[in-house]
């Protein structure tokens, strides 16, 4: 059972252009988060996302930036004409459900944003 | 309120313990979560506690829970070089049908050989 994967591991973007960021959950979980880490600082919830639905955007910068999961395939976490400050690492976890007694998140390994 | 709060840095010798602290201010929290942070690397779960517990025990790993305080702290006994990353803890809150992790700022542990 392969672990959280998200792609690409490290993805350079020149000021302006569009970052595209994929996850795609453990095998059985159908609950992706995505957390943003700046250089030097902890995770910050950006949104929580179920197969088809957006639970909770209260974390996402209210422009430019948008989530998805689709019904079929990788979550994906889409920041549109990226800015320097838009640097950092970007994770995602996901996890089975709420209805399991503990639902703790398994993490992938991030993709790291360099703005340049 | 979801703030979660731990030290910025710790620094022990090889061989002695550990203790890493953490405050949190919800006391909703259902689980407590630590995580491990290697350099360049994703977080990897090292235990948790259910709120309802006081204290778990996990080989070097002791957890315990203050809820009255809102303290959560982990213990690492005979700390190795191969522990030196930054510690996450976290907290789980059941809202609105759904569970959802916030993560303290992270503690930076090095170990000195």
């Known amino acids: 059972n392969a672990g959280v994967m998200q792609n690409p591991r490290h993805l350079v973007r020149r000021r302006g252009q569009e970052a595209r960021l994929r996850c795609s959950p453990m095998?059985?979980?159908?609950?992706v988060y995505w957390y943003r880490q700046l250089p030097e600082e902890g995770l910050k919830f950006m949104v929580y996302?179920?197969?088809?639905?957006?639970?909770?955007e209260s974390g996402m910068p209210k422009e430019r930036f948008s989530a998805e999961f689709p019904k079929e395939g990788p979550s994906i976490l889409r920041i549109q004409q990226v800015v320097r400050g838009d640097s950092a690492a970007y994770f995602c976890?996901?996890?089975?459900?709420?209805?399991?007694?503990?639902?703790?998140?398994?993490f992938g390994q991030g993709t790291r944003l360099t703005v340049v | 309120g979801e703030d979660v709060e731990q030290s910025l840095f710790l620094s022990v010798r090889e061989g002695d313990s550990s203790v890493i602290n953490c405050t949190y201010t919800d006391s909703s929290s259902t689980y407590l979560y630590w995580y491990k942070q290697e350099p360049g690397a994703g977080l990897q779960l090292l235990t948790y506690?259910?709120?309802?517990?006081d204290m778990k025990q996990d080989q070097r790993l002791t957890v315990l829970l203050n809820k009255k305080d809102k303290h959560l702290s982990l213990r690492i006994a005979d700390t190795q070089t191969g522990d030196s990353a930054i510690y996450f803890c976290a907290e789980t809150l059941s809202s609105g049908g759904y569970q959802k992790v916030t993560f303290g700022t992270g503690t930076k542990l090095q170990v000195i050989p």
């Open positions: 095998k059985g979980h159908s609950h």
């Open positions: 996302l179920q197969k088809e639905n957006i639970i909770d």
């Open positions: 506690i259910f709120s309802n517990m």
């Open positions: 976890a996901s996890s089975p459900g709420v209805r399991q007694p503990n639902t703790e998140a398994f």
